[in-house]
């Protein structure tokens, strides 16, 4: 059923059969499932539209439900059409990979991938807030033998003229 009447494909699929052996299954229900979550996907946004559209075909004396759901019914068959063909091509190119070969790929992967989450962790370094005055911290000020004390906002101009910060004794 899932490839039609497709002689091509059945002996595509024949071929595939003994040269994978036990590992056929596996690999054809994840090339299936792959399809069908894209193809499934791409029909969710077009009912999505045509829910949205079908709406103005009452101006035209048609009955939106039943409109709604003979264009339903034919794009559902045209998914199912979709998911069809395309397993039925991509089922001469399907390639035996070894279990073993395939969970080491996969691991190599999720290790450089933990590898550069780490990298990028360690590349982070707490914020430490510089050592200075807040607008609002008071500070003494002098200039000759003249201090004054008063909020760091007011002494920034003050400093610029040639006054300088007198630190505070502990």
Do not use: C
């Amino acid at each position: 059923a899932l490839l039609g009447n497709d002689e091509a494909a059945r002996a595509a699929f024949a071929n595939k059969k003994t040269e994978f052996g036990d590992a056929f299954v596996p690999h054809l229900r994840r090339l299936v499932l792959q399809v069908t979550d894209t193809f499934w996907l791409e029909h969710l946004e077009t009912m999505d539209y045509l829910r949205r559209s079908v709406s103005l075909r009452a101006y035209g004396q048609r009955d939106p439900l039943i409109e709604y759901r003979r264009e339903g019914l034919a794009r559902f068959r045209q998914l199912e059409e979709n998911i069809r063909s395309t397993v039925a091509e991509a089922l001469p190119r399907m390639m035996n990979m070894d279990d073993a070969r395939v969970r080491a790929e996969e691991a190599k992967i999720r290790a450089s991938l933990t590898e550069a989450g780490k990298e990028e962790q360690g590349a982070q370094a707490p914020l430490v807030k510089a050592a200075g005055y807040g607008r609002n911290d008071f500070v003494t000020i002098k200039k000759g033998g003249e201090t004054k004390k008063l909020k760091y906002k007011k002494a920034e101009p003050l400093l610029a003229e040639g006054w300088t910060i007198v630190p505070d004794a502990p």
